[in-house]
């Protein structure tokens, strides 16, 4: 199922994903139940690269380190490591 982005006046551009049966053009707000029109993205891929990117790089990024850098990591470890009390 594709994934659009639509934009509501109040709340901003929030993405849904939609089948191809449901109305593309407009959609209801999930925040405010106003009427939200699409969004047309030419960059949806590379916008939705970025987010995966992040969430790896937020929720991967700590457990990689554990497992297989910490020993010779330390250094590099300052930059990631959220929890200043774990040093
Ligand atoms: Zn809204």
Redesign the pocket.
């Known amino acids: 199922m594709p994934q659009y982005t639509f934009k ?5 551009e929030y993405d849904v994903w939609k089948s191809m049966n449901d109305n593309l053009a407009s959609d209801e ?6 009427e ?1 029109s699409r969004v047309f993205t030419l960059f949806n891929v590379s916008r939705m690269d970025s987010k995966i990117v992040k969430r790896i790089d937020e929720g991967m990024k700590p457990k990689v380190v554990k497992r297989d850098q910490l020993p010779q990591s330390n250094i590099r470890k300052k930059e990631t490591n959220p929890r200043p009390w774990m040093i």
């Open positions: 509501c006046e109040q709340c901003g707000c999930p925040g405010c139940s106003g939200s």
